[in-house]
């Protein structure tokens, strides 16, 4: 059974950086898609990146393109996802999220995975 932790995060000052991990469990081969998403309270969860673990092929919404990069380390089973030039509207809980699949292309649709992350605080201070 795939399990994901997130590590990271924490305050930020606006115009700075943040680099959060997420570290799987029970991988057993690479059809897996991972994804990062993050929400506000009172707000549904928002999708931000997503790979495709095998092929390393990546997708992101148009709103997230700018500022956001995914990456993955195979070796280590772990995930990355690297935020520039942060903004107080950044702050959110993010979450890593990875269902099991065979599919080319990954989502960033939440209700398409079903394992997640506990979630990881990024709070950017103006």
């Known amino acids: 059974q795939v399990q994901v932790v997130e590590s990271g995060g924490g305050l930020v000052q606006a115009g700075g950086s943040v680099r959060l991990s997420c570290t799987a469990s029970?991988?057993?081969?690479?059809?897996?898609?991972m994804g990062w998403f993050r929400q506000v309270p009172g707000k549904e969860r928002e999708g931000i990146t997503c790979?495709?673990?095998?092929?390393?092929?990546?997708q992101y919404p148009d709103s997230m393109l700018a500022r956001f990069t995914i990456s993955r380390d195979k070796p280590k089973n772990t995930l990355y996802l690297q935020v520039s030039n942060m903004k107080t509207e950044d702050t959110a809980m993010y979450y890593c999220?990875?269902?099991?699949?065979?599919?080319?292309?990954?989502?960033?649709?939440?209700?398409?995975?079903?394992?997640w992350g506990q979630g990881a605080q990024v709070t950017v201070s103006s």
């Open positions: 999220a990875a269902r099991t699949t065979t599919a080319r292309d990954c989502s960033v649709s939440a209700p398409s995975y079903d394992t």
């Open positions: 790979i495709n673990w095998r092929s390393g092929s990546t």
């Open positions: 029970g991988l057993t081969n690479d059809d897996i898609h």
